[in-house]
C-alpha cells in the first residue's frame, strides 16, 4: 500500500503540472488557504472547497471563504457545521476567554497558546478526506505553515505525514493503491514568501481575514498573534495589505 503526501509542494512541480487531477482545498477565508487554493489553480487541479463552521469567535472567515471561493472560480463550495465550542478548551471557540493581544514574536513563539482548538486539522483533514475520497478526488490541498505560525502542533510536517499514512490505511482508494495526496505547499515557506506567492496567483488578499477577534463589522484588530504575523508578512513583503486600508470600513 501507498501513502502520499508533499510538504512544501509550492517549491516544487511547475505550473500546470496536475492537469486533469481534482483535489479538495481547505478553505478558512484566510490568507494561507487562499493562497493553498491559488497554488493549486495554477499546478492545473480543479477544486473543490470545504469550510467548517466550528463556532468559532471569527465567524467573519466564513464569509471571507465564501468571497474568495467565488473569487477562484471554485464552484462547489461546501461549508460543514460542527460545534467544536461545545467541547471548549480554545479562546477561538470560548467567547467568555481573552485572545491574546500585543504579544512579541519571542512570546509568540513561547509554547502552545489559548487560541490553539484542539485537534482541529485532525478533525478537519478528516472531513476533507471523506468529501476526497467521496467525489474521487486525487489530494487534499491545505495552508497549514510551520514557519510563520502560533506553535500549534498540527501545523507541523511530521503531523501532515502522519496524517498521509494514515489517510493511506483508512481510505478504500488508499487500500487499492490509490492514495489521496495531502499537500501542503506552503509549509516550509515565510509568510512575506506565502504573500510573494500569491499575488503572483493573483490573489485578492482584501478578500482574506485572519483576525482572531475581528471588531464590528470584521475589521481586523491588529493586535491578536494572527493580526501580527499578518503584518509582519506584509512588511517583509513590501506589499500593502488591502484587508487592512482603512477606506474598505466607511
Not at 478553505?27 to 477544486?47: E, K
Not at 472547497?49 to 464569509?63: F, I, K, N, P
Not at 497549514?144 to 498540527?154: E, F, L, M, Q
Not at 502522519?162 to 516550509?188: H, N, S, Y
Request: charged share 20%.
Amino acid at each position: 500500500m501507498k501513502t502520499a503526501s508533499t510538504i512544501g509542494a509550492a517549491r516544487g512541480p511547475g505550473q500546470g503540472a496536475a492537469v486533469g487531477r481534482t483535489a479538495v482545498v481547505l478553505l478558512s477565508g484566510g490568507l494561507d488557504s487562499a493562497t493553498a487554493a491559488g497554488w493549486a489553480l495554477a499546478q492545473g487541479f480543479r477544486l473543490a472547497a470545504l469550510s467548517v463552521d466550528y463556532g468559532q469567535r471569527h465567524r467573519v472567515e466564513l464569509d471571507a471563504a465564501r468571497d474568495v471561493a467565488r473569487a477562484l472560480g471554485i464552484d462547489r463550495h461546501v461549508v460543514v457545521p460542527l460545534d467544536l465550542a461545545a467541547f471548549g478548551g480554545s479562546a477561538l471557540v470560548d467567547t467568555t476567554a481573552a485572545v491574546p493581544k500585543g504579544r512579541s514574536e519571542a512570546a509568540m513563539a513561547a509554547g502552545i497558546p489559548v487560541t490553539y482548538v484542539p485537534a482541529r486539522n485532525t478533525v478537519f483533514l478528516s472531513l476533507a478526506l471523506g468529501m476526497a475520497e467521496a467525489s474521487g478526488a486525487d489530494a487534499i490541498v491545505l495552508g497549514v505553515n510551520a514557519v510563520d505560525y502560533s506553535g500549534y502542533p498540527d501545523c507541523r510536517p511530521e503531523f501532515i505525514e502522519a496524517f498521509a499514512r494514515l489517510a493511506g490505511l483508512a481510505t478504500k482508494a488508499g487500500v487499492e493503491g490509490r492514495p489521496i495526496e495531502i499537500l501542503a505547499p506552503l509549509i516550509t515557506m515565510s509568510k512575506a514568501d506565502i504573500i510573494r506567492a500569491g499575488i503572483s496567483y493573483g490573489i485578492d488578499y482584501g478578500l482574506t481575514t485572519s483576525c482572531y477577534d475581528p471588531l464590528p463589522g470584521g475589521r481586523p484588530c491588529g493586535e491578536c498573534d494572527s493580526c501580527r504575523i499578518r503584518a509582519a508578512g506584509f512588511r517583509d513583503a513590501e506589499a500593502a495589505d488591502p484587508r487592512v486600508d482603512p477606506g474598505r470600513w466607511h
